[in-house]
């Protein structure tokens, strides 16, 4: 099984404020990484596919890099709308999730 | 747009099946493939299986002695059989559309409650 480890598991952050979370693989993906966004009572929404992939409407706030195990989910500059829950995924093996990060208001 | 939507009893009882249909409006099922995902409290987000529409399908090794995934074409809706559940099993489980861009498009997921 290939395991996920996001850091760090919670945020505090203000609107405007960049924010980076990261995600590391228990083996080489080959960039099949994705990032979604989830908010109480809803389902995962894509953010970004292939480590780097913008998804069609997202923000170009969100944005995705990295390699082999190591990937970071950043945004720029925060929005109100931004404060959820952010999941990475790999889809090189099957598919496995990390634990997820809450980012909330500070 | 593609939408996908759960149903089924959203109380079972231990040991027993736990069976969910998935039905896809807004596009053919033969395209892509379809994926059972649940996230419960205490184990996060977990990847059940998936099924093409050729009704090829592959497993969880973790779940794979108790998932049975079937799709009907005719009908455009898959579904999900897990047997001899047990508290563990007590999940929101979503229908999903899968690609090799992610998973792009979920249903609203449904609330499946193992109790006596």
């Known amino acids: 099984d290939i395991q996920m480890t996001q850091s760090p598991s919670s945020l505090s952050a203000s609107v405007g404020d960049r924010v980076t979370i990261t995600c590391r693989a228990s083996?080489?993906?080959?960039?099949?990484l994705a990032w979604y966004q989830q908010k109480p009572g809803k389902a995962p929404k894509l953010l970004i596919y292939?480590?780097?992939n913008l998804e069609s409407g997202v923000p170009s706030r969100f944005s995705g890099s990295g390699s082999g195990t190591e990937f970071t989910l950043t945004i720029s500059s925060l929005q109100p709308d931004d404060f959820a829950t952010y999941f990475c995924?790999?889809?090189?093996?099957?598919?496995?999730f990390g634990q997820g990060t809450k980012l909330d208001i500070k | 747009q593609v939408q996908l939507h759960e149903s089924g009893p959203g109380l079972v009882k231990p040991s027993e099946t736990l069976s969910l249909i998935c039905n896809v409006s807004?596009?053919?099922?033969?395209?892509?493939?379809w994926s059972w995902i649940r996230q419960s409290a205490g184990k996060g987000l977990e990847w059940i299986g998936r099924?093409?529409?050729?009704?090829?399908?592959d497993y969880n090794p973790s779940l794979k002695s108790r998932v049975v995934m079937s799709v009907d074409t005719s009908r455009n809706r898959f579904s999900l059989k897990l047997t001899s559940v047990t508290a563990a099993d007590t999940a929101v489980y979503y229908c999903?559309?899968?690609?090799?861009?992610?998973?792009?498009?979920w249903g609203q997921g449904t609330l499946v409650t193992v109790s006596s």
């Open positions: 807004g596009g053919a099922i033969t395209s892509y493939y």
């Open positions: 999903v559309r899968g690609a090799l861009a992610g998973f792009g498009t």
């Open positions: 099924i093409y529409a050729s009704g090829s399908a």
């Open positions: 083996q080489n993906i080959n960039n099949w």
């Open positions: 292939k480590a780097s």
């Open positions: 995924q790999q889809y090189d093996t099957y598919y496995t």
